[in-house]
């Protein structure tokens, strides 16, 4: 991870040396991140169309070859091939997300590390240096604690981390009694709660439309399978409810054990992400609309 932590760095330590402030830098860096990822972003929600309008036909094929795992294989591949569309997609744009997010809290863990390229031994010259001072030394985040001691001291290891009046190098659990250090956490969890809420609400607009879409004469003579059907779909948008509920705690886990730059990042990011899923769905509902009227 810390050769992607090396190269956001050093794009957000550009982004601050022209800003001068730490939390405006990762928001700008936070939002050319994500123009970066935009196209990935929008073929994601299109294979996520895709592999919906998929089930049926998948479903056909489970059935029909349940007793030939070979074939079923062999047919998958080639219903992939004809949609132009890879099953491993799905799990590209989870493992970039997974180094994206692993990189950026490398970054944040260690700012003078990765974005002010301070050397290692003047990093392990100032830790020496407090622990001989008897100074408290965040040990997750040692590099923290030497910007708070030292940044004033040291051009070197200096960083503006106050922004609207927040301090984004503290770790909420480390400083319960500020209220301030609520307040980022607080709002990404609302904004992971609304982006959770926006998925469901699409999914659940997703399995309607494919119900809707299935012609009636599908239905005659087949109730069981209608109902076995709509319990499928229940069981999908109870289990879009559960994770409602468990990503908000696990969302809430995190942020408070890490700096506050780094729930600013997470927040900034679901954010633009909320804008971001609202506008491409619309535009790819737009567009079908459009194929659909031809």
């Given at each position: 991870m810390s050769f992607f932590a090396n190269i956001f760095g050093t794009i957000l330590g550009f982004i601050y040396n022209i800003v001068n402030n730490y939390g405006l830098a990762i928001i700008i860096f936070s939002i050319i991140l994500k123009v970066v990822l935009l196209p990935l972003s929008i073929k994601q929600q299109r294979t996520m169309k895709k592999t919906a309008k998929l089930q049926d036909q998948?479903?056909?094929?489970?059935?029909?070859?349940?007793?030939?795992?070979?074939?079923?294989?062999?047919?998958?591949?080639?219903?992939?091939?004809?949609?132009?569309?890879?099953?491993?997609?799905?799990?590209?744009?989870?493992?970039?997300?997974?180094?994206?997010?692993?990189?950026?809290?490398?970054?944040v863990k260690s700012p003078l590390?990765?974005?002010?390229?301070?050397?290692?031994?003047?990093?392990?010259?100032?830790?020496?240096?407090?622990?001989?001072?008897?100074?408290?030394?965040?040990?997750?985040?040692?590099?923290?604690?030497?910007?708070?001691?030292?940044?004033?001291?040291?051009?070197?290891?200096?960083?503006?981390?106050?922004?609207l009046g927040l301090d984004l190098s503290k770790v909420p659990t480390q400083n319960l009694s500020d209220p301030k250090v609520y307040i980022i956490p607080v709002l990404y969890i609302i904004s992971t709660l609304?982006?959770?809420?926006?998925?469901?609400?699409?999914?659940?607009?997703?399995?309607k439309k494919k119900m809707l879409d299935k012609p009636i004469e599908d239905y005659e003579g087949e109730s069981s399978e209608v109902k076995k059907e709509v319990e499928e779909v229940d069981m999908v948008e109870q289990t879009n409810k559960s994770m409602s509920l468990v990503m908000?705690?696990?969302?809430?886990?995190?942020?408070?054990?890490?700096?506050?730059?780094?729930?600013?990042?997470?927040?900034?990011s679901n954010v633009l992400m909320i804008l971001e899923r609202v506008i491409i769905n619309k535009y790819l509902e737009s567009k079908e609309e459009k194929e659909d009227a031809k």
């Open positions: 998948m479903k056909a094929l489970q059935f029909k070859y349940k007793n030939d795992p070979e074939k079923l294989n062999q047919e998958t591949m080639k219903l992939y091939k004809s949609e132009n569309m890879s099953p491993f997609s799905g799990c590209l744009s989870a493992i970039i997300q997974l180094i994206i997010l692993l990189a950026v809290f490398y970054m590390t990765f974005v002010k390229k301070v050397p290692a031994d003047v990093i392990s010259n100032y830790q020496t240096q407090l622990q001989q001072e008897n100074k408290e030394i965040n040990t997750a985040y040692p590099e923290i604690s030497i910007i708070d001691y030292k940044g004033s001291e040291d051009e070197q290891v200096s960083f503006n981390m106050d922004f609304i982006s959770t809420k926006i998925a469901t609400n699409t999914q659940k607009k997703e399995n908000p705690i696990m969302s809430i886990s995190i942020s408070m054990v890490a700096p506050l730059g780094l729930a600013l990042y997470w927040l900034v």
